[in-house]
């Protein structure tokens, strides 16, 4: 049971490589968690450990598309344990059809549906519950591929994208209800998505050291925190350059995506 001076977390993607990462990291003694993912049998492997490491928790096996399903996991919970952060860091990816072919319609859909709308269902499932007790902090992990899209990864570069925006307006409109937005931009980071992208990865980091890093965010309140710092800057200088030119530097970042292994080739099964 989560008591009066524990801090409770909804935590989404808490299967995945930097999901367990960041559960690791932030598990400790005063932290109640509510891991959310589809793979129950991970989730609960998941929670044994950080029991270990202190801390308490609960799992749902529930898909972050399922607006109606998760909307009413997330009201219950926050009527048995007020939510003070939560981060939205599930998601998935996909690249380009066989021979540098347009994305799959399934595959497309997939990525805005997990990447975007169900960020979106996440928020809007905790949010009213911040507002009215004026406290309260929202974490969307969008990528550096939403600072500057990759060409090989269409729709995963714009669902990204577009949480920075989504991210960037909802830090506005909470500012004056006492909630804080963290929009976080990693880069590469090793975990089962990143095993699947084949291509250049530079200053690829492990995901115990990128949790690390996004802790520090997270705790400072950051309003935006992308790195590693040296690709994160870079990126920002090439978005200064005229597009034409700062396209040239896309040339080194030709990547295939090989197929997650959740879903059937073409379909969203
Ligand atoms: N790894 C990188 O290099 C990198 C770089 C930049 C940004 N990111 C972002 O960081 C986040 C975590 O990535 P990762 O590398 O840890 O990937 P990962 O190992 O593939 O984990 C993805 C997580 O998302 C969950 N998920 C996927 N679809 C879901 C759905 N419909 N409902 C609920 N949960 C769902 C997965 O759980 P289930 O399959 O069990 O549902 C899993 O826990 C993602 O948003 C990713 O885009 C990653």
Same mark, same amino acid.
């Given at each position: 049971?989560?008591? @009066?001076?524990?801090? /409770? ?12 990462? +960041?559960? #690791?990291?932030?598990?400790? *003694?005063?932290? %109640?968690?509510?891991? !959310? ?15 270990? +490491?202190?801390?308490?928790? @609960? ?5 972050? #598309? ?19 952060? /939560? ?26 549906? /997990?990447? %975007? =709308?169900?960020? &979106? ?12 007790? #004026? ?20 729709? %995963? ?23 804080? &937005?963290? !929009? ?21 980091? *492990?995901?115990?050291? $990128?949790?690390?890093?996004?802790? =520090? $965010? !997270? @705790? =400072?309140?950051? *309003? ?10 870079? !990126? ?18 030709? &990547? ?14």
């Amino acid at each position: 049971m989560a008591g @009066e001076t524990q801090k /409770v977390i909804v935590l989404t993607g808490a299967s995945g490589g930097i999901g367990q990462a +960041l559960a #690791r990291e932030f598990a400790g *003694p005063g932290i %109640y968690f509510a891991l !959310i993912a589809r793979d129950q049998a991970r989730l609960d492997a998941l929670l044994k450990e950080i029991r270990a +490491l202190g801390a308490d928790g @609960e799992i749902s096996a529930v898909d972050i #598309r399922d607006r109606d399903a998760l909307h009413g996991y997330l009201s219950d919970l926050d009527k048995r344990h007020p939510l003070d952060l /939560v981060i939205a860091n599930a998601g998935v990816t996909a690249g380009l059809g066989p021979d540098r072919t347009r994305e799959s319609d399934a595959d497309s859909d997939r990525q805005i549906d /997990v990447n %975007y =709308r169900g960020v &979106v269902n996440t928020i809007s499932g905790v949010v009213d519950g911040m507002q009215k007790r #004026r406290k309260g902090q929202l974490v969307l992990i969008s990528s550096l591929a939403g600072m500057r899209a990759l060409p090989d990864m269409p729709s %995963y570069s714009g669902s990204k994208a577009a949480l920075i925006g989504y991210g960037h307006s909802l830090r506005g409109w909470l500012k004056p209800f006492g909630v804080s &937005v963290t !929009i976080i931009c990693p880069g590469f980071v090793t975990s089962p998505m990143s095993a699947r992208h084949k291509g250049a990865k530079p200053f690829e980091m *492990p995901a115990s050291k $990128a949790a690390m890093l996004m802790r =520090r $965010a !997270i @705790e =400072r309140r950051k *309003p935006f925190y992308a790195f590693p710092f040296l690709l994160a800057w870079g !990126i920002r200088l090439q978005n200064l350059l005229p597009t034409r030119i700062g396209d040239l530097f896309m040339g080194g970042f030709e &990547v295939t995506i090989d197929q997650d292994p959740r879903y059937r080739e073409g379909t969203d099964k």
